[in-house]
């Protein structure tokens, strides 16, 4: 791989020894992908931020590369934590390690701020900007939305790219490789977040490439239609490894290639689990991260009157970390309290798909979330059904 | 009884070396989900080989999917000596490659899909990896 006179420096430990095991990662990596060389990247997100996901093991690496003087060269996020960040586990020991994650990557550099699942409210990508991002569903979004330029990283190659500033340059940071092949076709409207989560696990289920998708989004207002493509593309990346798709009208036309190919129809019917009859009065939403001016607008009269027939008597709100200080949001907590004796539990810079939810109490949580639907069960202990919202 | 082997140049070698091991084979993977970082088992129904161990296996994926953090999930059962001895794999991955780096165990990627339909499952084997090149050789 062809290496700069800096890059040349890092590799052979000019700027110390962190920053020389991080580039000979990405070398590394980058060559088994074909990269011939590196390319600069303005933002870096990491994930890989739950104790419970990533264990003793991971904790030691991170507080290792902080104690070894570990800095980010640019700007960089972090994924949402476990419900221990937020000291809701009796476990003290469990509270502790998770804390110690966070202090990790606040110390190597990350904005504290972040700690969210959706980067790209809290800094949005430009056309063709040069990423380095992990988590699927942030991946897929930059791509698709914005014509931005990331592979799927790993979490810990995400880190090891914020350490140099530079990942590999191949996969989605080259045009060529941007190609849309297989057509999809909705035959039904897409008007609620679960048809649109349902859409996307199985569009990630069925195609082998990236999909060019032509689909009618019907929705009351613009929060709520990006609120439903947002979980289209989170659950196509959770069912696939793709890190794009082309959704017509909306990506950016010089950001992919058009290739012709097959057309494939979707009909309603082939989505599964639409009918699924809900047995929690919990309800999840946030999975992605929803801020609170969204949860105004999704939580209408309606929608509480829905849920209240459902018999829901519970919602788990996960937002981004930088929402934590609204004040706006309790009247609404108290009027939907009082109103309708629904009780809403707002969590800032966390996520349930990745906490113990079982160890909670939870044996059971209803959501619209394609994402949720498909992690819950194996990762959080919890059984999960759809509901529309 | 007849031994078999399966030779193949021009794929990519993410590390070589060489391994015995019972192949795995599984068409679709995540390791954060589909597989238990404690236990080293399958746990997703929907993906093949439900409730198999990934230990010391010969996995061979044609597809990863899913979550980032698999990265981490490899590196940690590396640490704790319940992950695969290696990994082949026909879609290039960059989770999975970043984490084969980072356990140092050995891998391939760019297995063409015709080979991952031919070798059976479940049967003991040895596995040799040389620079761009790989054979696989096994009793049937």
């Not at chain 1, 890059?7 to 580039?23: D, L, N, R």
């Amino acid at each position: 791989m062809y290496l700069t006179r800096i890059e040349e420096k890092m590799f052979s430990g000019e700027y110390g020894e962190v920053v020389e095991k991080a580039i000979r990662v990405i070398v590394k990596v980058g060559e088994a992908l074909g990269a011939e060389r590196l390319v600069k990247i303005s933002h870096a997100h990491i994930s890989g931020v739950s104790y419970f996901n990533i264990g003793d093991e991971g904790l030691e690496l991170l507080e290792g590369f902080s104690n070894r003087g570990a800095m980010v060269s640019i700007y960089t996020t972090a994924n949402p934590y476990s419900f221990a960040g937020l000291g809701l586990y009796k476990d003290d020991e469990l509270i502790r390690k998770q804390a110690k994650i966070i202090e990790s990557l606040i110390r190597i550099g990350v904005d504290p701020n972040s700690f969210t699942c959706t980067p790209y409210k809290l800094r949005k990508p430009f056309v063709e900007e040069h990423l380095a991002w992990a988590e699927s569903s942030a991946v897929i979004y930059a791509n698709t939305i914005f014509g931005a330029r990331t592979n799927r990283e790993g979490g810990l190659i995400a880190l090891m790219a914020a350490l140099i500033g530079r990942t590999y340059y191949a996969g989605m940071h080259k045009l060529e490789n941007r190609r849309a092949s297989e057509i999809i076709v909705t035959l039904f409207d897409v008007d609620s977040i679960l048809v649109a989560s349902l859409l996307g696990l199985y569009i990630g289920r069925i195609v082998h490439d990236i999909p060019y998708i032509r689909a009618r989004y019907r929705a009351e207002n613009e929060t709520m239609h990006d609120i439903m493509i947002r979980n289209t593309l989170a659950s196509i990346a959770t069912t696939s490894d793709l890190p794009m798709a082309v959704l017509e009208g909306v990506t950016p036309q010089s950001t992919y290639v058009m290739e012709k190919d097959e057309t494939i129809s979707v009909d309603m019917k082939e989505l599964e689990n639409i009918d699924i009859k809900c047995g929690s009065d919990v309800l999840l939403l946030g999975c992605p991260h929803i801020t609170l001016d969204e949860l105004e607008i999704l939580l209408k009269d309606k929608q509480l009157n829905l849920l209240k027939k459902y018999g829901i008597s519970k919602i788990i709100v996960t937002v981004p970390k930088y929402n934590e200080k609204s004040s706006e949001i309790f009247k609404l907590v108290q009027k939907v309290r009082e109103r309708y004796s629904i009780e809403i539990q707002i969590l800032p810079g966390a996520c349930a798909v990745v906490s113990n939810l079982k160890a909670l109490g939870f044996t059971a949580i209803a959501t619209p979330h394609g994402k949720a639907l498909h992690y819950l069960q194996n990762l959080a202990g919890a059984k999960p059904c759809a509901i529309h919202v | 009884m007849r031994n078999s082997c399966i030779k193949l140049v021009n794929v990519v070698t993410l590390k070589e070396g060489d391994a015995v091991g019972q192949i795995l084979k599984v068409p679709t993977l995540s390791f954060l989900g589909d597989v238990d970082k404690y236990s080293g088992r399958i746990v997703s129904q929907d993906v093949n080989n439900y409730n198999k161990s990934i230990k010391d296996v010969i996995l061979i994926v044609r597809k990863f999917r899913g979550s980032t953090v698999g990265t981490y999930v490899l590196y940690s059962m590396c640490r704790r000596g319940l992950a695969p001895k290696a990994i082949l794999m026909c879609k290039p991955d960059p989770v999975i490659i970043g984490g084969i780096v980072l356990c140092n165990i050995l891998g391939v990627s760019n297995v063409p899909e015709k080979f991952y339909e031919e070798i059976p499952d479940g049967v003991k084997a040895l596995l040799r990896i040389r620079k761009n090149a790989m054979e696989l050789c096994f009793s049937v």
